[in-house]
């Protein structure tokens, strides 16, 4: 077990953890942020997508030592209160069904258009594809994507 | 233009800090009768109200006209939550931006069919809830009528006001809920005229939308209760297997860990229900701290298993349901004229035979429910679709009368029929019960891809008879299953066809098997639309001209009593979408492909346009007609639609669950293939049967037809026929 301090949406955190344990499992087991979804364990799905000083990782397959010293942004640290544009894109489409792979698929999609202002269809899917939604919104996601990007 | 900034004020789920700093949820909705904690879901100018006054099990409205509508049906992504409490709020006569909407836990005395299945829940959820509503403005109104000291006739009501226009005064519904709460509660109250609905048929937003795009705690996984420890279970590596030791002297020593047991969900002389369909009651619990370290210690879990019954494998399962469908000794479910003799007689003869592998349901929420069972009382909260069955179930195995109890549904991270199977909720409630502590039972993505309670493999040949004329006279269905038939013995083209014949057959095995989003429809629409498809083109007819041809067979002189669809508005959709896609002028480039099918009392038909793209399909777009009666909630039931064609798309394109010597070939997202992004359609067209009729569901109806308008444009555009799913893994296609 470790003593570790991790910043998480902007705070600094104390968690008593073995170093190897997933960002995942320390954000939803020891912080009770619980937005971050565990849909596969080995980074196939995309429902535990966080951002990492800003880039994109599966939080499922990155052990909570590779954050030390970096920036963790779970959905709720992505606005105060549901704010920013890629979220308000999600419900002005009324994108979510069962809704449980959407905070992977909106961290997924911020970091992409904090990246690229205005993403092509192609550099869309290719940026969404580890995100697998059940329920088959691909459709809506995409739309809600180019509504953010115009917004933003 | 000044832009709409959405903010949440619909839905609440309880939840508070606890002292401890955990997190708790709180779903006792009853408890929340004068001081509900909903502050910081309302919008500043949507005041909470100082008392709730209970109308009835569907209402509660605060002395300010604020309304919460329990919504009692579980949720799993089909947007009941917002769609029932919808229907109340019409009848109501409610603002329905002043209604907060709060899941119901089980109650079987006040609500009924408290089920996600069959996409019946608006079908059947109709009467009530609308009487629901309009008992309760009937009431409301009675009391303004007593207040205003005039008859309650001359009355009208508008978005949650009471008007009296001779004295132009009104009354809140605030005002008086608390008087109309004692009122006696008439039996019978009109409903209204749907062609004043002002709700229903209006699209409004998922009430838990706000929440989701937060990440706010609502699934089951989700719930952490104080002093809660986590669990998980390890079931057999194959089916046919069994325990036959195990030592756990690791994993007991390993940190976090509090208990290794072994548990037997189905006891002695316990009568199962339908919904415990379950292949390995015999499990090993490991228990814990933290999901982490109970999911590193069920690795080291040592332990020997025994081989109990035959372990299966797929090529024998394909060869056995071939080999059954050769052999003419099927069971018949239905013969109407004589197919021999009108075969005898045919120009010409069309037989194909169609097969569809095992399926995961693979939620993306994976199996999970949290249980505390303490001495004589047992509380369960988690996702279920079945909560009434899981209560009958949870009565015979804890030995706890049904009063004592409690469960609440959460929202779940998906259903798609595997959650109407509720062992899982079974072994947490037995686990908790063993260790004696509150436990969430958490099975990882392996653990639930690989327990069973799949979609059946199947396998159908069909074989039509044409006369010189290109007319259909004989249709001969045989269908196979493991474990049974997918047909539909009165589905179309049953009563359509004077010879016709079906026979059904069944393949035995251990592998455990339920419902799959759309039973047996879900493969037997893609089959049964493609061979039409082909017979049209063995008939030199246009596909929709050919099928409409039969509807009117059907309509005006059915063959046959029993005919389990109504061909006027099977044909209506059909001709909708014929319209609505520009039929017969088809783009450069594209291939188009048609297919329509009717099950869970809705109709749709589709045309799927295809382009290739370096030998490999890429969907363009589908046109979709439907038919669901009365729409409640037209943008969120779009959503379903698209939802059912990417997903039978997906599937029909490129899943499959395999077994070798009785163990699934696939365990996780790596090797079992899900449809992603940049597979789904560019755009999806949905128009809807404007008729009036009463509703019926959408969770399913969209996604049995869409393989088949897929089948058909792949081979507009290859030359090459599908009728092996996953289509994906077919000679010449890469996918």
């Known amino acids: ?152 | 233009m000044s832009k709409e900034i959405y903010t949440d004020r619909r839905s609440f789920l309880k939840v508070s800090s606890a002292a401890g700093g955990g997190l708790l949820l709180g779903f006792n909705f009853m408890a929340c009768e004068t001081k509900p904690d909903i502050a910081q879901f309302l919008e500043p100018n949507l005041p909470i109200p100082e008392k709730w006054n209970t109308m009835n099990g569907f209402l509660k409205i605060g002395e300010n006209g604020i309304v919460t509508i329990m919504s009692p049906n579980p949720e799993i992504g089909q947007n009941v939550k917002t769609a029932m409490p919808m229907i109340v709020a019409e009848e109501l006569d409610v603002d329905w931006d002043n209604v907060i909407v709060e899941q119901a836990g089980l109650d079987t005395e006040l609500y009924e069919r408290q089920i996600a299945g069959g996409s019946q829940s608006i079908r059947f959820g109709w009467p009530g809830l609308r009487k629901a509503g309009a008992t309760v403005r009937h009431l409301l109104v009675e009391a303004a009528a007593k207040e205003l000291d005039v008859p309650a006739s001359e009355l009208t009501t508008a978005k949650g006001v009471i008007y009296h226009k001779a004295s132009d005064r009104t009354l809140g519904y605030g005002d008086v809920a608390s008087a109309a709460a004692g009122l006696e509660v008439p039996e019978e109250v009109p409903l209204k005229d749907p062609k004043d609905f002002s709700i229903i048929g209006t699209s409004q937003k998922n009430v838990d939308g706000f929440d989701i795009v937060q990440g706010k705690p609502l699934f089951g996984l989700d719930i952490y209760e104080e002093n809660m420890l986590v669990a998980m279970v390890e079931h057999p590596p194959a089916f046919g297997m069994k325990i036959k030791s195990m030592d756990d002297s690791k994993v007991r020593s390993m940190p976090g860990i509090t208990d290794v047991i072994r548990i037997d969900v189905e006891p002695e002389g316990w009568n199962p229900q339908w919904s415990d369909v379950n292949a390995y009651p015999e499990l090993i619990a490991v228990v814990g701290k933290t999901t982490w370290e109970v999911m590193q210690a069920k690795k080291e879990l040592k332990v020997e298993w025994e081989v109990d019954t035959e372990l299966e494998n797929s090529s024998n399962h394909t060869t056995a349901m071939a080999d059954l469908l050769k052999s003419g000794k099927g069971e018949v479910a239905r013969s109407d004229g004589d197919v021999d003799k009108a075969f005898a007689a045919a120009d010409k003869i069309i037989e194909q035979t169609y097969s569809a592998p095992f399926l995961a349901h693979n939620t993306m929420e994976p199996m999970n429910f949290y249980a505390n069972v303490t001495g004589d009382k047992a509380e369960l909260i988690g996702p279920i679709q079945t909560a009434q069955f899981l209560e009958t179930t949870l009565e015979a195995v804890l030995g706890l009368p049904k009063e004592n109890v409690s469960i609440m549904m959460t929202r779940m991270g998906g259903g798609f029929g595997r959650r109407l199977y509720g062992h899982y909720a079974t072994e947490a409630a037995m686990i908790s019960q063993k260790v004696a502590a509150p436990i969430k039972l958490v099975y990882s993505r392996e653990d639930d891809m690989t327990q069973g309670t799949y979609r059946p493999a199947y396998m159908v040949t069909y074989k039509a008879g044409l006369d010189a004329a290109g007319n259909l006279t004989a249709f001969h269905i045989k269908g196979a299953g493991i474990p049974g038939s997918p047909v539909f013995a009165n589905r179309y083209p049953a009563g359509a066809v004077d010879n016709y014949k079906v026979e059904n057959y069944k393949v035995e095995t251990n592998i455990s098997t339920g419902a799959w989003r759309a039973p047996r429809s879900n493969f037997i629409a893609c089959a049964e639309q493609t061979f039409l498809d082909e017979v049209a083109e063995a008939a030199g007819k246009d596909p929709i001209e050919f099928r409409l041809d039969l509807f009117e067979k059907a309509k005006n002189n059915p063959v046959g009593e029993e005919n389990d669809y109504d061909a006027e508005r099977y044909a209506g959709v059909l001709k909708l979408v014929k319209e609505k896609a520009g039929w017969g002028s088809d783009a450069s480039g594209v291939s188009r492909g048609v297919s329509a099918y009717y099950c869970h009392n809705s109709y749709v038909a589709q045309v799927l346009d295809v382009e290739m793209v370096d030998n490999t399909p890429k969907v363009k777009s589908v046109c979709c007609a439907v038919d669901c009666g009365i729409v409640i909630n037209p943008g969120s039931a779009k959503n379903q639609i698209e939802g059912g064609i990417v997903d039978g798309i997906g599937h029909a394109m490129y899943s499959a669950l395999t077994f070798k010597d009785g163990k699934p070939g696939q365990r996780n997202f790596d090797s079992y293939r899900l449809i992603r992004h940049s597979e789904a359609p560019d755009a999806i067209d949905v128009h809807f049967v404007d008729n009036g009729i009463d509703p019926t569901g959408l969770g399913e109806p969209s996604l049995p037809p869409i393989g088949a308008a897929l089948s058909n444009a792949l081979y507009k555009a290859t030359g090459t026929r599908h009728r092996s799913q996953p289509f994906s893994e077919e000679v010449n296609l890469l996918g």
């Open chain 1, 1 to 152: 077990m470790a003593n570790l301090t991790l910043n998480v949406n902007g705070e600094d955190r104390e968690v008593n953890v073995d170093s190897s344990t997933p960002i995942l499992w320390v954000l939803r087991d020891h912080l009770q942020l619980v937005g971050t979804k565990y849909g596969c364990g080995i980074a196939q799905c995309g429902a535990c997508t966080i951002h990492l000083n800003g880039t994109a990782v599966r939080s499922c397959s990155v052990p909570v030592s590779a954050a030390e010293g970096k920036k963790i942004t779970t959905i709720e640290g992505l606005s105060d209160d549901g704010s920013h544009p890629v979220q308000q894109a999600w419900i002005e489409h009324d994108v979510p069904q069962c809704g449980y792979c959407q905070a992977g698929q909106i961290m997924s999609a911020s970091a992409l258009l904090a990246d690229n202002a205005s993403p092509s269809d192609s550099q869309i899917n290719e940026a969404m594809q580890g995100n697998i939604c059940r329920c088959g919104t691909y459709t809506r996601i995409k739309a809600a994507i180019k509504t953010a990007a115009k917004n933003a």
